[in-house]
């Protein structure tokens, strides 16, 4: 069965340091991983996915994440966090079913403090 | 451009009483439209999935009668909440699938609708 898994219900940092949002995957085949971002009330915004090619993935405001085979991973970075990335963050995985449906993690919540 | 809307953002019914929530890709065609209900700092459950032209295909658990889906067009869908019950308050977020957007399976989300029934 495919799953995604995101360990840490919650990561605090500090505004400018660096962070990471954990996700690891268990998919039969190439895996299509992708993050999201959901702030309160709002619907998902998406921030990159993972097809093929380069291991390091960048996308929106300043987000990247790194795809790694053999961990089955695909955490979610910054360099330098800022206190308006806090919001929740969901990574997930394509269904290999070819109905498009996507396999959500359970969310981690960011806390960027001041 | 992928736009999704979602109307109402907020609802609040009487207990027993019917509500009709759209989902409208604004500036795509979108073959496929996927509902799923969210409680509070959870994550998406999936409900259902709607093809534009042909019957909604529903998770397992999820009563198809309670939950209408109807996607009539490729820009519209529509989940009605039949007989609502205070258990059925919560977020329902839509997301579009392109048409023509083969293999990469990107989904371009709502904003969601926060339903309380009474």
């Known amino acids: 069965a495919q799953s995604v898994a995101q360990p840490e219900d919650q990561v605090n940092v500090a505004e400018g340091n660096p962070l990471t949002v954990k996700c690891t995957y268990s998919?039969?085949?190439?895996?299509?991983l992708f993050w999201y971002v959901q702030y309160p009330n709002r619907g998902l915004q998406f921030l990159l996915k993972?097809?093929?090619?380069?291991?390091l993935v960048k996308g929106s405001y300043g987000f990247e994440a790194e795809f790694n085979k053999s961990q089955t991973s695909f955490h979610l970075k910054k360099p330098s966090a800022l206190v308006s990335d806090s919001a929740l963050y969901f990574c997930?995985?394509?269904?290999?079913?070819?109905?498009?449906?996507?396999?959500f993690g359970q969310g981690t919540t960011l806390q960027v403090k001041p | 451009g992928a736009v999704v809307s979602q109307h109402p953002s907020r609802v609040i019914c009487k207990s027993g009483t019917s509500v009709k929530i759209e989902c409208r890709s604004l500036?795509?065609?979108?073959?496929?439209m996927f509902w799923y209900r969210q409680f509070p700092k959870q994550s998406l459950m999936l409900m259902a999935t709607?093809?534009?032209?042909?019957?909604?295909?529903?998770e397992q658990g999820v009563e198809k009668d309670k939950f209408l889906i109807n996607h009539a067009s490729l820009t519209l869908s529509t989940l009605t909440v039949t007989s609502a019950h205070p258990e059925d308050s919560s977020f329902y977020i839509c997301?579009?699938?392109?048409?023509?957007?083969?293999?990469?399976?990107?989904?371009?989300f709502g904003p969601g609708t926060r339903l309380t029934v009474l």
């Open positions: 997301s579009a699938r392109r048409a023509g957007d083969r293999g990469h399976h990107e989904q371009f």
């Open positions: 998919v039969s085949g190439n895996p299509y």
């Open positions: 993972y097809i093929t090619g380069d291991n």
């Open positions: 997930a995985v394509r269904d290999i079913s070819n109905t498009g449906k996507l396999i």
């Open positions: 500036d795509f065609q979108a073959t496929t």
């Open positions: 709607s093809n534009e032209g042909s019957k909604a295909t529903y």
